[in-house]
């Protein structure tokens, strides 16, 4: 075998050399990684939407006022509960679009998805909704880790994949629409 050969392959994955996170996420076959500014934008739209819905919620059917959230704002009973509440509504404002077109409403305004890492295709509704956001807003829920877990979640943006914990939890990324 010559030198030539074993060149031949470039790009390819061979027991010599096996591909890189970036060539793995990234192929030139695949559509172009969402910006950090989009996700982030729409993981703004989705919260703003999700809070409205559960503060609606929470005063009509809840009988929980302005007052009483000031007085007692803080406690870990009432930060699980509405964690739980917020997941809820999450779901159920975004669940349709998730499995169908891979995208929350925010996603879906500023134009972008998520797809499966290995196939550029559509992510199954395990990974979307299990994995990706339930699990992941869940383990938000305990104290301390959880905090810690938000942070180095929204960090990993920076690699230059832009996959975040969750996405690597999944098995997913996040692309535009173009």
């Not at 729409?42 to 000031?70: E, T």
Request: with cysteine; proline share 2%; glycine share 10%.
């Amino acid at each position: 075998m010559s030198d030539n050969d074993d060149n031949s392959d470039a790009g390819e994955d061979t027991p010599e050399t096996p591909a890189t996170m970036a060539q793995e996420v990234d192929t030139d076959d695949g559509p172009e990684l969402a910006g950090r500014g989009r996700r982030l934008g729409a993981y703004i739209i989705d919260a703003i939407i999700a809070a409205i819905v559960l503060a609606v919620f929470a005063f009509q059917n809840l009988g929980i006022s302005f007052d009483d959230l000031a007085r007692d704002s803080m406690t870990q009973q009432m930060s699980t509960a509405g964690t739980v509440a917020f997941v809820i509504i999450f779901m159920a404002i975004n669940s349709y679009l998730l499995v169908t077109r891979g995208q929350t409403l925010g996603k879906w305004m500023l134009g972008i998805r998520i797809v499966d890492v290995t196939s550029n295709g559509a992510a199954t509704a395990v990974k979307l909704l299990g994995l990706r956001y339930v699990l992941v807003m869940l383990l938000g829920a305990i104290p301390i880790i959880g905090g810690l877990l938000g942070v180095i979640d929204f960090l990993f943006i920076f690699r230059e994949d832009r996959r975040c914990v969750h996405d690597l939890i999944a098995g997913t990324k996040v692309v535009s629409n173009s």
